[in-house]
DNA sequence: ATATGTGCAAATGGTTTGCAGGGCA
DNA sequence: TGCCCTGCAAACCATTTGCACATAT
């Protein structure tokens, strides 16, 4: 289901739909792709709420989270960036030329087999396999 | 290769091998499955030199990150979790309770999927699989 | 002598929270 | 009325840093 669309869900569910939450969605829609930060999109929802406090930004953000509409991305050093919430999805990183390619195929598998094993409920995932793809490994 | 007898491989580079350092690693070397916070290590390490400072630990950590002997486990909440570097390993957090449990057993299966599929190669990763334990998917 | 390492306390920076006010049901 | 939502500023807390001193090479 397309980000936007959420809107409604939000709508049908116990929350108000506000302007600010509102100016967080169409912030969103427009840069979650470049994966932002809190920041970030606070900076873009301001273009459509300028009253708009950072905290409420914080506060509708961790609202999405739990609405499983967003994931989080840890990372080492610096704050938290948000992507698009897909239940389970792995990225290939290659060492070699930097490539990204996504390998979800498998991913449900190795998740089930989790589940079924241990009673885990997996509701999303953050994965990286790093390595060298076929090109590079053909170089070395 | 062990971790305690990596103090060797430290000493032969260009670090020294300080009391509080050698403190850092005997409390590793006790608690470093447990997935540790920075303060569990701290409070470990004042067991074997009772002087030494937290920021000392953080310092002596970011070595050990910095030469790959150990990685962090970034969890969305609370603080960073350290754990002995491995080329294969994943982990499940729940984010009900929080705990974190090692769930390497079907990744290898996972990564040769991958790689027989695409003709990468693997040599680590970073998985983390989030969801509901067994105790916590009850409760809900 | 120079570089490296340390403890302490203060600073930092991302995130959360208390509170007083505002708006919808 | 009651509950949810907001902005602001202050609080919070994990981590980093400045500094003066210690230690190793």
New interface residues.
């Given amino acids: 289901m397309p980000l936007v669309n959420r809107l409604k869900k939000l709508k049908d569910d116990k929350y108000q739909l506000t302007p600010q939450r509102q100016a967080v969605f169409q912030a969103l829609n427009d840069i979650i792709l470049e994966h932002p930060t809190a920041e970030d999109i606070y900076a873009r929802a301001k273009k459509y709420y300028s009253q708009i406090g950072l905290a409420t930004v914080y506060r509708t953000l961790e609202l999405l989270l739990e609405l499983q509409i967003l994931n989080?991305i840890?990372?080492?050093k610096g704050s938290?960036r948000y992507e698009a919430a897909h239940s389970r999805h792995a990225h290939?990183v290659?060492?070699g030329c930097g490539r990204i390619?996504d390998?979800d195929?498998?991913?449900n598998?190795?998740?089930n087999?989790?589940?079924q094993?241990?009673?885990?409920?997996?509701?999303?995932?953050?994965?990286?396999?790093?390595?060298?793809?076929?090109d590079c490994?053909h170089q070395q």
């Fill in positions: 989080p840890l990372v080492p938290t290939f290659c060492l390619i390998v195929k498998h991913l598998q190795y998740a087999a989790v589940e094993e241990a009673g885990f409920a997996v509701t999303s995932t953050s994965v990286q396999l790093f390595g060298y793809c076929a490994n």
